[in-house]
C-alpha cells in the first residue's frame, strides 16, 4: 500500500512542471557551473563563513554586544538551507523508483516496499557522508546550544570555502596524480622521526637531558628538527643524540626537496591541462560563441577583426607556434586536436555556439571537424574554407553552410589588374577593407520611423555614403539594386546595403537607433 | 597577344592561371618546384622549371621587354620580394602584383617595387569575417558575383569636350538618370590613387579621369555614348 503511495507519488512529481522548475531554480543557484547567479551565491556564502570566523576571532578577548547572534543565526539559517538544497538535488529519486517500477511491472512482480526504501535511504545517506557534505554539516554543528562546546568547530566553516575554490580543487586533483610519490615521502619521512625518536629516547630520555620527560617529547624534538625548524627549546646532550641529529637534519632536508620537486613537477605538468579547464569554464558561461578552427593566416585575421567587433570567439589549434599569437593577443584559445571527438565535444558541443569557421590549410581535417558537428547538429551553421578547387563540390555534400575558396576569390581580383588598376582598387577595396572605408548593413527594424519614407526623405544623402542595394527579409531574399533614392519606400526589415566611411555608417546606425518611436 | 608571367604555380597562382586561359594572353608559368610544374603542364598551360633568381632567366621570359604584368604568387613571401625586386629593376613600367601573406607585408613589398599586393588569407577571411557579422552585405556580394552577366564594376574614362569635363560631382545627380551607382573615381590631378564617392570629397571631373561605376551592362553602355555629348 505505502509501495503503490510512493510509486504513485513519483509519477505525480514527475509530471509536475512547477517541481522541475523549482528543482530547477535550486540546481542552478547552488550547483550548475554555467549559470549566471551561482557566482553571486557563491560569494555570499564565502562572505558569511568570513564575517562568522571574523566574529568568533573577535569574541577571543572582547566581548560581543548581543545583536551580533542574530548574524551568527542568519548564518546558519542559509547554511542549513545550502545544505537541503544540496540533499534534495543530489539524486532523482522519482526517476530512480519509477525505473524500478516500471522493471518490475514488465517483469509481472508487486513493488516491494523495502526495495524502494532501499533505494531512497541509500542514495541520501551516501550524500549525507560525502566529504562535501560532511563539511557542510560540521559548519552547521556549532550552532547548536548544547554543542557550544563544539564552538571550534566553526573554523570547519572555513573548509567550505574548498568548495568555491576551483583552482584549489584542481590543486587536489594534480597533487592526486602524484600520491605515489608523496605517500612514499611521508612514508619515509614517517620512519625517519619515529626511528630517530625512538634512539633519541632511550640515550636521552632516562634523566639524562633534563627537557624530554616523555616520548611524546621525542617525536616533537624529532619533527621540529626534521622539518629544518629547529626552535632549540629540546636539544641532545649526549653524543649518540648529536649524531643522530646530524642525519636527521640530513634526511629531512632531503625529504623537503624532494617533496617540493614532486608538488611543482606536478604543476609544471599540468599548467596546460589547468589553463584549459579555465578557458572551458570561462567560455561555457558564454552564449552566442563563435569558434575558429585552425589558427593560421586566415584564423588571425579574422580573429582580429571579430575582437574589433567584440564578439566572443575561441581559436582551437594544434600548433604550439600558431597558438602563441593567440596567447599574445590575449585570446580564448585551445590546445587540442580539432581531428579528435573530444575536442569538438567540449569545445563545440557543450557551448551556445552561434557559428563555427573552419580555416586549417587541410581540407581532409575541415571536412572531418564539419561532418563531425553535421552529424550531432545539422543546424549549427559552418563556414569552410577550401583548399583546392576540386573540394568545393566535397563541402557542400558535407552540408557546409557557407564554403570560402579564398585563391579564386584573389584570381579574381587579381586577373582584374591586367586591365586599368583602377577596377581591381575598387573591387580589392571593397572585398578586404583597407582604408577607413567599408561596406556595412542597415537594418530597418520594426517600430523604426524610416519605416515608409524614401532615402531622400530620410536625410541619408547628408552623409556621403553610396547605396548598393535593398535586401528585403523574406522566404526568398528579394534584392532591390540600386533603388530608386525618391520612389523607393522603406519597409519593416529591410537591410540598407551601403558603401561609406565607418564613421558616418556609425553615425546613421546611431541615428536609426535613436528614431525608434 | 598581352604576355603575362607567372611566378608560382600555387593555389593562387593556378586559379589566376585558369582565368588567362583565353586567346588574348599569353602566359609563362615559372615554378621552383618541379611538381608544380608538372601539375601546370598536366592542366594544359605551358610551365617551365626554372628558378626567377638569376636576373637572365628574367630577361629571358620577357620581363624588361614585351612581359607587361608579373603576378608574383610563390608561397614563399622572401622569393616574391626578390622577384619582385629583381623585375622592377629591369622594367620601371612592369605592373607587379604580389601576393603577400597579411597586410603588414604590404608597405615592404611595395617598397620592394610592388605596384599592388594581395593576399588570399584576408581576402578569406574577410569573407568569413562578412559572413558572421555582415550576412546582408555578403549576400548582396554575392549575388553581384553571380549575376555577374548582368550587374558588373565597370570603369570609365571621361573624353576631352564630355559634358562631365570640368564639372564638379555634388552639382549633379546621376544616379537617377543613368540607373548606375558610382563607386569612386581615379583623378589624375590626385595621382594614381582610386577614391571613393564616399569619403565626401568634392570632386572636378577633369577630361581623362576614370569613372569606377556599378551598373547593368545596358545601363553602363548608355553611359558611355552619353558621356560622348
Given at each position: 500500500m505505502l509501495a503503490r503511495w510512493i510509486v504513485s507519488f513519483s509519477y505525480f512529481l514527475e509530471s509536475s512542471k512547477r517541481y522541475k522548475r523549482v528543482k530547477t531554480s535550486i540546481y542552478n543557484l547552488l550547483e550548475n557551473p554555467r549559470s549566471k547567479i551561482k557566482p553571486f551565491f557563491d560569494f555570499f556564502i564565502i562572505f558569511l563563513v568570513v564575517l562568522t570566523v571574523s566574529i568568533l576571532i573577535y569574541d577571543v578577548k572582547n566581548r560581543l554586544p548581543y545583536h551580533f547572534e542574530v548574524i551568527e543565526n542568519i548564518a546558519v539559517f542559509v547554511f542549513i538551507f545550502e545544505w537541503l538544497g544540496r540533499f534534495w538535488i543530489s539524486d532523482n529519486l522519482r526517476l530512480r523508483i519509477i525505473s524500478y517500477y516500471e522493471r518490475k511491472l514488465e517483469l509481472g512482480e508487486k513493488p516491494k516496499l523495502f526495495t524502494i526504501l532501499k533505494i531512497i535511504t541509500l542514495q541520501k545517506i551516501q550524500y549525507t557522508f560525502s566529504p562535501m557534505s560532511i563539511i557542510d554539516?560540521?559548519?552547521?554543528?556549532?550552532?547548536?546550544?548544547?554543542?557550544?562546546?563544539?564552538?571550534?568547530?566553526?573554523?570547519?566553516?572555513?573548509?567550505?570555502?574548498?568548495?568555491?575554490?576551483?583552482?584549489?580543487?584542481?590543486?587536489?586533483?594534480?597533487?592526486?596524480?602524484?600520491?605515489?610519490?608523496?605517500?612514499?615521502?611521508?612514508?619515509?619521512?614517517?620512519?625517519?622521526?619515529?626511528?630517530?625518536?625512538?634512539?633519541?629516547?632511550?640515550?636521552?630520555?632516562?634523566?639524562?637531558?633534563?627537557?624530554?620527560?616523555?616520548?611524546?617529547?621525542?617525536?616533537?624534538?624529532?619533527?621540529?628538527?626534521?622539518?629544518?625548524?629547529?626552535?632549540?627549546?629540546?636539544?641532545?646532550v649526549t653524543i649518540a643524540g648529536r649524531v643522530i641529529t646530524v642525519f636527521l637534519v640530513g634526511g629531512g632536508f632531503l625529504i623537503l626537496v624532494l617533496s617540493t620537486s614532486v608538488v611543482t613537477n606536478a604543476l609544471s605538468e599540468k599548467i596546460s591541462i589547468l589553463r584549459e579547464e579555465k578557458v572551458l569554464s570561462?567560455?561555457?558561461?558564454?552564449?552566442?560563441?563563435?569558434?575558429?578552427?585552425?589558427?593560421?593566416?586566415?584564423?588571425?585575421?579574422?580573429?582580429?577583426?571579430?575582437?574589433?567587433?567584440?564578439?566572443?570567439?575561441?581559436?582551437?589549434?594544434?600548433s604550439k607556434e600558431n597558438l602563441a599569437k593567440a596567447r599574445e593577443y590575449d585570446y580564448n584559445y585551445m590546445h587540442a586536436d580539432a581531428s579528435s571527438y573530444d575536442t569538438i565535444d567540449s569545445v563545440v558541443f557543450k557551448n551556445d555556439v552561434k557559428k563555427v569557421v573552419l580555416t586549417t590549410n587541410n581540407d581532409a581535417l575541415n571536412l572531418s571537424i564539419l561532418l563531425t558537428i553535421k552529424a550531432r547538429y545539422k543546424d549549427l551553421a559552418v563556414i569552410a574554407r577550401a583548399n583546392s578547387y576540386e573540394n568545393i563540390k566535397k563541402f557542400h555534400i558535407a552540408k557546409a553552410d557557407h564554403v570560402i575558396f579564398p585563391y579564386q576569390t584573389v584570381a579574381?581580383?587579381?586577373?582584374?589588374?591586367?586591365?586599368?588598376?583602377?577596377?581591381?582598387?575598387?573591387?580589392?577595396?571593397?572585398?578586404?577593407?583597407?582604408?577607413?572605408?567599408?561596406?556595412?548593413?542597415?537594418?530597418?527594424?520594426?517600430?523604426?520611423?524610416?519605416?515608409?519614407?524614401?532615402?531622400?526623405?530620410?536625410?541619408?544623402?547628408?552623409?556621403?555614403?553610396?547605396?548598393?542595394?535593398?535586401?528585403?527579409?523574406g522566404a526568398k531574399d528579394e534584392f532591390i539594386f540600386n533603388p530608386d533614392h525618391y520612389t523607393y519606400k522603406f519597409k519593416e526589415n529591410d537591410s540598407l546595403v551601403l558603401i561609406g566611411e565607418e564613421k558616418d555608417i556609425f553615425k546613421i546606425k546611431d541615428d536609426i537607433s535613436r528614431q525608434m518611436i | 597577344m598581352r604576355k603575362?608571367?607567372?611566378?608560382?604555380?600555387?593555389?593562387?597562382?593556378?586559379?589566376?592561371?585558369?582565368?588567362?586561359?583565353?586567346?588574348?594572353?599569353?602566359?609563362?608559368?615559372?615554378?621552383?618546384?618541379?611538381?608544380?610544374?608538372?601539375?601546370?603542364?598536366?592542366?594544359?598551360?605551358?610551365?617551365?622549371?626554372?628558378?626567377?633568381?638569376?636576373?637572365?632567366?628574367?630577361?629571358?621570359?620577357?620581363?624588361?621587354?614585351?612581359?607587361?604584368?608579373?603576378?608574383?604568387?610563390?608561397?614563399?613571401?622572401?622569393?616574391?620580394?626578390?622577384?619582385?625586386?629583381?623585375?622592377?629593376?629591369?622594367?620601371?613600367?612592369?605592373?607587379?602584383?604580389?601576393?603577400?601573406?597579411?597586410?603588414?607585408?604590404?608597405?615592404?613589398?611595395?617598397?620592394?617595387?610592388?605596384?599592388?599586393?594581395?593576399?588570399?588569407?584576408?581576402?578569406?577571411?574577410?569573407?568569413?569575417?562578412?559572413?558572421?557579422?555582415?550576412?546582408?552585405?555578403?549576400?548582396v556580394l554575392n549575388q553581384l558575383s553571380s549575376l555577374r552577366n548582368s550587374i558588373s564594376i565597370s570603369e570609365i574614362e571621361i573624353p576631352k569636350g564630355s559634358f562631365l569635363d570640368g564639372v564638379h560631382l555634388n552639382d549633379i545627380d546621376m544616379t537617377k538618370e543613368t540607373n548606375l551607382i558610382f563607386l569612386g573615381m581615379l583623378d589624375k590631378e590626385l595621382g594614381e590613387k582610386f577614391i571613393f564617392f564616399a569619403k565626401g570629397i568634392n570632386h572636378k571631373i577633369d577630361a581623362r579621369d576614370i569613372l569606377v561605376v556599378l551598373g547593368s551592362r545596358k545601363d553602363i553602355r548608355l553611359f558611355e555614348e552619353k558621356i560622348w555629348t
Amino acid at each position: 500500500m505505502l509501495a503503490r503511495w510512493i510509486v504513485s507519488f513519483s509519477y505525480f512529481l514527475e509530471s509536475s512542471k512547477r517541481y522541475k522548475r523549482v528543482k530547477t531554480s535550486i540546481y542552478n543557484l547552488l550547483e550548475n557551473p554555467r549559470s549566471k547567479i551561482k557566482p553571486f551565491f557563491d560569494f555570499f556564502i564565502i562572505f558569511l563563513v568570513v564575517l562568522t570566523v571574523s566574529i568568533l576571532i573577535y569574541d577571543v578577548k572582547n566581548r560581543l554586544p548581543y545583536h551580533f547572534e542574530v548574524i551568527e543565526n542568519i548564518a546558519v539559517f542559509v547554511f542549513i538551507f545550502e545544505w537541503l538544497g544540496r540533499f534534495w538535488i543530489s539524486d532523482n529519486l522519482r526517476l530512480r523508483i519509477i525505473s524500478y517500477y516500471e522493471r518490475k511491472l514488465e517483469l509481472g512482480e508487486k513493488p516491494k516496499l523495502f526495495t524502494i526504501l532501499k533505494i531512497i535511504t541509500l542514495q541520501k545517506i551516501q550524500y549525507t557522508f560525502s566529504p562535501m557534505s560532511i563539511i557542510d554539516l560540521l559548519a552547521i554543528l556549532p550552532a547548536y546550544r548544547s554543542f557550544r562546546i563544539l564552538r571550534i568547530f566553526l573554523i570547519f566553516r572555513l573548509f567550505k570555502m574548498f568548495r568555491y575554490t576551483k583552482s584549489l580543487n584542481s590543486f587536489l586533483k594534480i597533487l592526486k596524480d602524484k600520491k605515489f610519490e608523496l605517500n612514499f615521502l611521508l612514508i619515509l619521512g614517517i620512519f625517519a622521526v619515529l626511528l630517530s625518536s625512538t634512539i633519541m629516547y632511550v640515550f636521552e630520555g632516562g634523566g639524562e637531558n633534563p627537557k624530554i620527560h616523555s616520548f611524546l617529547d621525542a617525536i616533537y624534538w624529532a619533527v621540529i628538527t626534521i622539518s629544518t625548524i629547529g626552535y632549540g627549546d629540546i636539544t641532545p646532550v649526549t653524543i649518540a643524540g648529536r649524531v643522530i641529529t646530524v642525519f636527521l637534519v640530513g634526511g629531512g632536508f632531503l625529504i623537503l626537496v624532494l617533496s617540493t620537486s614532486v608538488v611543482t613537477n606536478a604543476l609544471s605538468e599540468k599548467i596546460s591541462i589547468l589553463r584549459e579547464e579555465k578557458v572551458l569554464s570561462h567560455i561555457g558561461k558564454l552564449t552566442n560563441l563563435i569558434v575558429i578552427f585552425g589558427f593560421g593566416r586566415m584564423g588571425q585575421v579574422l580573429a582580429a577583426q571579430l575582437k574589433k567587433s567584440h564578439k566572443k570567439f575561441i581559436v582551437v589549434d594544434i600548433s604550439k607556434e600558431n597558438l602563441a599569437k593567440a596567447r599574445e593577443y590575449d585570446y580564448n584559445y585551445m590546445h587540442a586536436d580539432a581531428s579528435s571527438y573530444d575536442t569538438i565535444d567540449s569545445v563545440v558541443f557543450k557551448n551556445d555556439v552561434k557559428k563555427v569557421v573552419l580555416t586549417t590549410n587541410n581540407d581532409a581535417l575541415n571536412l572531418s571537424i564539419l561532418l563531425t558537428i553535421k552529424a550531432r547538429y545539422k543546424d549549427l551553421a559552418v563556414i569552410a574554407r577550401a583548399n583546392s578547387y576540386e573540394n568545393i563540390k566535397k563541402f557542400h555534400i558535407a552540408k557546409a553552410d557557407h564554403v570560402i575558396f579564398p585563391y579564386q576569390t584573389v584570381a579574381e581580383v587579381a586577373v582584374e589588374y591586367i586591365g586599368n588598376s583602377v577596377r581591381f582598387d575598387a573591387i580589392d577595396s571593397i572585398l578586404v577593407q583597407k582604408d577607413t572605408i567599408t561596406i556595412d548593413e542597415i537594418l530597418i527594424s520594426k517600430g523604426s520611423s524610416y519605416i515608409g519614407r524614401s532615402i531622400d526623405e530620410i536625410g541619408i544623402n547628408k552623409f556621403s555614403v553610396t547605396i548598393i542595394s535593398v535586401l528585403k527579409e523574406g522566404a526568398k531574399d528579394e534584392f532591390i539594386f540600386n533603388p530608386d533614392h525618391y520612389t523607393y519606400k522603406f519597409k519593416e526589415n529591410d537591410s540598407l546595403v551601403l558603401i561609406g566611411e565607418e564613421k558616418d555608417i556609425f553615425k546613421i546606425k546611431d541615428d536609426i537607433s535613436r528614431q525608434m518611436i | 597577344m598581352r604576355k603575362i608571367v607567372l611566378f608560382g604555380y600555387t593555389k593562387t597562382g593556378r586559379e589566376i592561371a585558369k582565368l588567362l586561359l583565353t586567346d588574348e594572353y599569353e602566359v609563362t608559368i615559372i615554378d621552383e618546384n618541379p611538381m608544380q610544374v608538372a601539375l601546370a603542364n598536366e592542366e594544359g598551360f605551358f610551365g617551365r622549371h626554372t628558378t626567377l633568381k638569376d636576373d637572365k632567366v628574367l630577361i629571358e621570359v620577357g620581363i624588361g621587354g614585351e612581359a607587361e604584368v608579373l603576378f608574383c604568387v610563390s608561397d614563399d613571401d622572401s622569393l616574391n620580394l626578390f622577384v619582385t625586386l629583381s623585375a622592377r629593376n629591369l622594367d620601371k613600367n612592369l605592373k607587379i602584383l604580389t601576393k603577400i601573406l597579411k597586410k603588414e607585408d604590404g608597405k615592404k613589398m611595395i617598397l620592394a617595387g610592388a605596384n599592388r599586393t594581395i593576399s588570399p588569407y584576408d581576402v578569406g577571411a574577410a569573407k568569413a569575417y562578412r559572413i558572421i557579422q555582415k550576412p546582408k552585405v555578403s549576400k548582396v556580394l554575392n549575388q553581384l558575383s553571380s549575376l555577374r552577366n548582368s550587374i558588373s564594376i565597370s570603369e570609365i574614362e571621361i573624353p576631352k569636350g564630355s559634358f562631365l569635363d570640368g564639372v564638379h560631382l555634388n552639382d549633379i545627380d546621376m544616379t537617377k538618370e543613368t540607373n548606375l551607382i558610382f563607386l569612386g573615381m581615379l583623378d589624375k590631378e590626385l595621382g594614381e590613387k582610386f577614391i571613393f564617392f564616399a569619403k565626401g570629397i568634392n570632386h572636378k571631373i577633369d577630361a581623362r579621369d576614370i569613372l569606377v561605376v556599378l551598373g547593368s551592362r545596358k545601363d553602363i553602355r548608355l553611359f558611355e555614348e552619353k558621356i560622348w555629348t
